[in-house]
T-cell receptor, first 116, second 113 residues
Framework: GAGVSQSPSNKVTEKGKDVELRCDPISGHTALYWYRQSLGQGLEFLIYFQGNSAPDKSGLPSDRFSAERTGGSVSTLTIQRTQQEDSAVYLC??????????????FGPGTRLTVT | AQSVSQHNHHVILSEAASLELGCNYSYGGTVNLFWYVQYPGQHLQLLLKYFSGDPLVKGIKGFEAEFIKSKFSFNLRKPSVQWSDTAEYFC???????????FGKGTKLSVKP
């Protein structure tokens, strides 16, 4: 079946502009995660959605970052007033929760964000 | 705060050499442990995972890892590497069965043909 998809695959933006990154999880996966991968920092957790529960936003680096998940499926990560240090690959993952699940996280290909 | 340490930043091996990549974590409670691999130009894929039971877990492509609770370690091993194993390897920890992963900074493996 289809895996996690993300769009766009690449995004170049000017410092100070807002960007939106999209994630389509695997159908039926109730948990969705955003991470970012940058040189020197490795893979950092950003935010986690689980079903209808309030999201775990503990990894968001500043209030310029926000995310929403509509209808329990597609998620959008928004970065306002982008800064050069926001340049990274933003990864989305999803997992199926519940009895019989291994809770394995499946990762998408990522969106490479470059802030100039 | 929880952390995951991968001891080697870059490992260079010749084909058929044995591989061991170190991973240590700092959390003392129940953890789930993972190794992910990222081949050049590809997305992260799960190599293997440990939740409970036999501390020696086997994954795909001949990889295995051993969970040593007393050492807070989960080292990745492969007896004989191939050129196709050239990739970046990430160790990750999750507290309990749900929630986010905490990743190490990764180890880049280069295998010379």
């Amino acid at each position: 079946g289809a895996g996690v998809s993300q769009s766009p695959s690449n995004k170049v933006t000017e410092k100070g502009k807002d960007v939106e990154l999209r994630c389509d999880p695997i159908s039926g996966h109730t948990a969705l995660y955003w991470y970012r991968q940058s040189l020197g920092q490795g893979l950092e957790f950003l935010i986690y959605f689980q079903g209808n529960s309030a999201p775990d936003k503990s990894g968001l680096p500043s209030d310029r970052f926000s995310a929403e998940r509509t209808g329990g499926s597609v998620s959008t990560l928004t970065i306002q007033r982008t800064q050069q240090e926001d340049s990274a690959v933003y990864l989305c993952a999803s997992s199926r929760l519940g009895a019989g699940s291994s809770y394995e996280q499946y990762f998408g290909p990522g969106t490479r964000l470059t802030v100039t | 705060a929880q952390s995951v340490s991968q001891h080697n930043h870059h490992v260079i091996l010749s084909e058929a050499a044995s591989l061991e990549l170190g991973c240590n974590y700092s959390y003392g409670g129940t953890v789930n442990l993972f190794w992910y691999v990222q081949y050049p130009g590809q997305h992260l894929q799960l190599l293997l995972k440990y939740f409970s039971g036999d501390p020696l877990v086997k994954g795909i492509k001949g990889f295995e890892a051993e969970f040593i609770k007393s050492k807070f370690s989960f080292n990745l091993r492969k007896p004989s590497v191939q050129w196709s194993d050239t990739a970046e390897y990430f160790c990750a920890v999750r507290r309990g069965s749900q929630g986010n992963l905490i990743f190490g900074k990764g180890t880049k493996l280069s295998v010379k043909p």
